[in-house]
Structures are given as structure tokens and as C-alpha cells.
């Protein structure tokens, strides 16, 4: 029996309808209304379980309009089930807007739990899952995703990312810049038939998403960072160098790289390059 008045946000399948709780099933059934992102999207997932429930759209570029119709309904007494066309509204979809205006005006709001890609992925990946820190989508614009990877280079916790497929080697290959070689995991086409876990270096993805576009959203899953203080000798570090260009790398990238991995700076491992191509001419900064 639902209560009046309440909002109930629903989880939905991920990819494989089956995945979809009984209790949400019954939820869709029973309320007066369903807020759906896509109600194109939505509606095959209605009509394979034989659902009619009346549903109007909620999505990005609605969500403040629809969210004080929505509370004004709330108010009046009807049940209304909140759902994105995959997982659980609000997170990297639209809800937070009702739900916290819910909050404000003391309207009760359930949550429903089911599938969740991030979650999914992560331990997919074999990742460690005691600690981790979800992100979403990073900007689109380089220098935005950018700004935004910087300050997680050196999080000691499993770091869980959403991209879409024609995004990916781009989002990879500003990963490179502040991650390097550190292991990593893209995760795509969720419990569907063709799911596959891609593992490797950020490096090894990018080459090899850059030979194969990737179909589907896709998770990607970062291991922790953990300090590596090898202090090699500087024809370690020119070596090092010139296989990170090899792989893709600009000299700048190569460089930021491998002076983190060894614990020093940059300006040394520039030095160590113009030593080298002064003394043989093979390496060139």
C-alpha cells in the first residue's frame, strides 16, 4: 500500500530488464503518476511489464519547471515514482531538484534501491572497493576536464568515472597526463550480452580504444594512487621518456609522468634529455 503524497524514487534495470526489484514493479503499478527522463526510453520498459501508469517527461532541461509541478502534485495528495532511463535518478541523472524541494516542504520521499552501474563496475574491475570516490562525467571541454582530473592524481582510493564512447580516449588521454601508467579498468555495455571489462594501464586503454571506438556508455575505474619513490638514474628516466611518447605521450606529458613516478622534478628530468642529446643525440627533449 503506498502512501499519499509520496515521492518514490525507483532504480531502474541498467541494461537487462530482468534486473528490474518486484517492489518496484509494484510501485509503478500503483501510483497516480511516473516522472520519467525519457518516456520514449521508459515506455518499453512499461509495456514489457505491462505497466500503464499515466508519465510525463523530467529530464535536464526541464527539471526546475517539472519540480515545482511535480511538489504542487505531491501536495494535493498523489504518489508520483521518479525514474531515469537507467539506474537510480539523482545519481549523474536528474532527481536532485524534486527531492530536495520535497525536503524543503516536508513532502515524504522514498528511495527504492536496484541497479547502479557505478557500483556494478567497480567491482567488475577487481578493483579495491573498500574505499572509493564516484565522479560522474567530467566537463566536456579539455581544459575543463582538466582542471577537474588535476586534484585527483593523488587520491589513495579506487576513483569510479562515467563516459560516454565517443568521449573516452580523450578522458583517457587527459588521465595520462595526472594518473601515468597507473592500472585502470573500462567497464562497458552493463549486464548486457556483450559486457566486457577492458584492464590495463590508462596508456594500454588509450591505444587500445584508440584502434577500437568503444559502444555504450562506458565506466571507467582508476586504481588508488600509491607514492612511488624509485629515484632511477637519468638514462632511466630518458628511456622512460621516449616509451611514453612512443605510446602516445607528448614530451611534456612524458616528462610530468616520469618525474612523478621517481619523485622528482620535471625541470630534472628536462636536464637529464638535453644531457642525453648533447652526449649522443638519440633522445631530444
Sequence with gaps: ?????????????????????????????EVDLIAAEDTRHSRKLLQHYQITTHMISYHEHNEKKKSLELVEKLKSGLTIALISDAGLPGISDPGNEVIRLCFDEAIPVDVLPGPNAALTALVLSGMPAEHFSFHGFLPI??????????????????????EAPHRLVATLQGMAEYFGER???????????????????????????????????????????????????????????????????????????????????????????????????????
Design 1 to 29: 500500500m503506498l502512501a499519499k503524497g509520496t515521492l518514490y524514487v525507483c532504480a531502474t534495470p541498467i541494461g537487462n530488464l530482468g534486473d528490474i526489484t518486484l517492489r518496484v514493479l509494484d510501485t509503478l503499478r
Design 141 to 162: 571541454t579539455t581544459g575543463a576536464r582538466k582542471r577537474s582530473l588535476e586534484p585527483l592524481a593523488n587520491l589513495p582510493q579506487t576513483q569510479i568515472f562515467y
Design 183 to 285: 592500472e585502470a579498468a573500462v567497464v562497458r555495455e552493463l549486464t548486457k550480452l556483450h559486457q566486457q571489462v577492458h584492464r590495463g594501464t590508462v596508456l594500454e586503454l588509450i591505444k587500445e580504444f584508440g584502434q577500437t571506438t568503444p559502444r555504450g556508455e562506458c565506466c571507467i575505474i582508476l586504481a588508488p594512487y600509491v607514492p612511488v619513490k624509485l629515484l632511477g638514474s637519468p638514462k632511466e628516466w630518458c628511456s622512460e621518456v621516449q616509451e611514453r611518447i612512443d605510446q602516445g605521450l607528448s614530451k611534456m606529458d612524458a616528462m610530468k609522468d616520469v618525474a612523478k613516478r621517481h619523485g622528482v622534478k620535471k625541470q630534472q628530468i628536462y636536464q637529464a634529455l638535453l644531457d642525453a642529446q648533447a652526449k649522443d643525440g638519440q633522445v631530444s627533449p
